[in-house]
């Protein structure tokens, strides 16, 4: 069996051109770095874009600490994080033949805030995972800047 299925993230069409096993799902993250973290507030859902970065099988995302998602889904609230890579367009002669090729994981659960012990070897994560080697190149981060940005934490279990 698979790493990381689970009753809900059992495929439903077309099984056999997924997988759950860890490996497989750690390369498509390491080669995406934008994903889109869905959320429910007050029975309104919402679906927001972000940078994310990958150590082990942990899931780190930041931004604003004013940001409405991460003040929420800090709270420990229900998560979807997609991330989805093009492969290629399929262009047919009818619409109904033409598709993309792409692949793509959706972890669900929850996060987390990084303690700010924590926050910049996270930042530098996510940081390096965009751009691989940048974070050496950059200025320190001032303390204004750290005390700004969020930074969530999502283990990657299912």
Partial sequence: MSDLLSSRTKLGRYPPRGSHDFATIAAILDEGFFCHVGFVVNGQPYVIPTGFGRDGHTLYIHG??????????????????????????????????SSVNYRSVVILGAAEPVPATEKLRALKTISDHIVPGRWEGLRPVKQ???????????EIVE
Avoid: P, Y
């Fill in 64 to 97: 604003s600490a004013a940001s409405r998602m991460l003040n929420e889904a800090g709270k420990g609230i229900a998560l979807s994080v997609t991330v989805t890579l093009v492969d290629g367009l399929v262009l047919a002669r009818s619409a109904f033949h």
């Fill in 144 to 154: 204004q800047e750290l005390d700004q940005t969020s930074v969530l934490r999502m």
